[in-house]
């Protein structure tokens, strides 16, 4: 066990795991508040405060594997391009960048490798989200529902149709969470180089990144909440639409403000998630960076 935890790799799988655990279980209630807030049938026909807890089967099934994906990709790549840089710039006497000269190779290498995370772990988040959202707004009455109301249209739609409405939003997920992780960990990263440097330590407390990652996912969540609308939507509908058929669809119906639908729920809800996520990730991380 010893030899597993000094590994960067085993650290952040089950660092992340922890995290992704953690987080969605302790914040889950403001999540379900969210998801009907931003729902075409409106908050109360989608449930309004009843069962706040619905859906949440699935939510503890995909949180563990979903984020583990995350970082043991996030921390992976990251690793390998610092690697590259300093490599080259040893080698090149410091005049060669593998991304640009200066202070933006770092937050850029962060932004990647944080870009390769979120779509590694898309592949667990999507159909774990179709099922949650859908239980959510009350479509089913449980997780289990829902997935077999799903399985159920295979002799309609055909095994490819199923995989397809297990993945229903797999493009518009990618198009938020991408621009959603590119703001919030060069961000949070950031804020911890500037507490290492100004500390004199040489690493971050759980609660100091706890705080860290509060600031930059309220940031991040503000900015990317026409996005999450977007997906939200897309997932609670009848049937299949695409980005620009649903985008125009709200904007008909519902105008522009629509989009910032939930908007004050899912600041609150991933400002308090930053914390629990980052926070517990780091102290695990530093936890088993000690043993």
């Given amino acids: ?52 807890f619905a859906g949440v089967g699935s939510a503890l099934v995909g ?31 410091g005049r060669g960048r593998v991304w640009v000269k200066g202070e933006w190779s770092e937050p850029l290498e962060h932004m990647a490798a944080a870009s390769a995370g979120e779509v590694a772990a898309c592949a667990v988040r999507v159909p774990t989200e179709v099922i949650k959202q859908r239980t959510q707004a009350l479509q089913q009455s449980s997780s289990i529902s829902t997935l077999r109301r799903i399985l159920s249209q295979r002799s309609t739609i055909g095994v490819l149709g199923v995989w397809r ?27 911890k180089e500037w507490r290492r440097r100004t500390s004199g330590q040489q690493g971050v407390s759980g609660g100091e990144s706890a705080v860290f990652g509060s600031v930059s996912g309220a940031v991040a969540a503000g900015v990317t909440t026409p996005l999450d609308v977007l997906k939200t939507r897309m997932i609670l509908a009848r049937e299949r639409v695409s980005v620009m058929g649903m985008l125009a669809k709200v904007l008909r119906e519902s105008g522009p403000r629509a989009f910032f639908a939930g908007m004050g729920p899912r600041v609150l809800w991933i400002s308090a998630g930053g914390a629990v996520f980052l926070g517990s990730y780091q102290w695990a991380w530093n936890m088993m960076a000690e043993r």
């Fill in 1 to 52: 066990m010893q030899a597993n935890v000094e590994s960067p790799f085993a650290r952040a799988l089950l660092a992340g795991a922890l995290a992704g655990t953690t987080v969605d279980l302790s914040l889950y209630p403001i999540d379900t508040l969210k998801t009907r807030l931003q729902s075409q049938t409106g908050f109360y026909a989608s449930g309004g405060f009843r069962g706040i």
């Fill in 63 to 93: 949180s563990a594997p979903g984020a583990a994906l995350f970082f043991v990709s996030y921390e992976g790549i990251k690793s390998a391009l610092k690697k590259a840089r300093e490599g080259d710039d040893y080698g090149s006497g």
């Fill in 165 to 191: 409405e297990m993945y229903r939003g797999w493009s518009i997920t990618i198009m938020r969470e991408v621009p959603f992780t590119i703001i919030q960990f060069p961000f949070w990263e950031g804020l």
